[in-house]
């Protein structure tokens, strides 16, 4: 009961930061469409609720999220290394937590999550891409990278992406 009350008031309170953040209001003491909840205030709160309910995935995940997308990247592992013990075969998750990997320098493991994203959704474009970059770019597998980034295209032809990986995998032929 106790955990279900404090995971319903952390969700109101976001809840209502992000109306009163996204339509702005015409002049009366309303916070402007300039004010957002800051990530440390979405990590708190994000970190209340998954120390009340540890199984809560989509917490975990949340936490992962705006973990990365502050540049925490070592926290976002942590985050999403909790919610894949939940679900291992969470794509999605895997895939963002091999970014991570990435962004603190350690290629191999994004790698390996990759490769376990792609083991179990071998048609996964994202993971196939961001395969590409990182044997691109960190490991120096040109042959390797091309592969990936025209299966890339095989599986997303018209991704918003797909000129600039055309041209990706002409720069990777002159290796």
Not at 41 to 61: F, M, Y
């Amino acid at each position: 009961m106790r955990k279900s009350v404090f995971f319903c008031l952390v969700t109101a309170a976001l809840f209502l930061f992000s109306c009163q953040n996204q339509g702005g209001s015409s002049g009366n003491g309303g916070m402007g469409a300039g004010a957002a909840i800051s990530p440390d205030s979405q990590i708190s709160a994000l970190k209340g609720v998954v120390s009340q309910d540890p199984k809560n995935k989509k917490a975990w995940i949340d936490l992962g999220d705006i973990s990365m997308d502050s540049g925490r990247y070592q926290d976002a592992i942590d985050a999403y290394g909790a919610a894949l013990k939940l679900d291992p075969r969470d794509v999605n998750v895997r895939v963002d937590m091999g970014t991570c990997y990435r962004d603190i320098g350690d290629p191999q493991k994004a790698i390996a999550e990759y490769k376990e994203a792609l083991r179990i959704n071998p048609n996964h474009p994202i993971a196939t891409r961001n395969m590409g970059v990182v044997l691109a770019y960190d490991l120096h597998k040109p042959a390797e990278a091309k592969k990936m980034f025209e299966r890339y295209l095989k599986l997303n032809p018209s991704a918003p992406d797909a000129a600039g990986i055309r041209q990706e995998i002409d720069k990777l032929k002159g290796n």
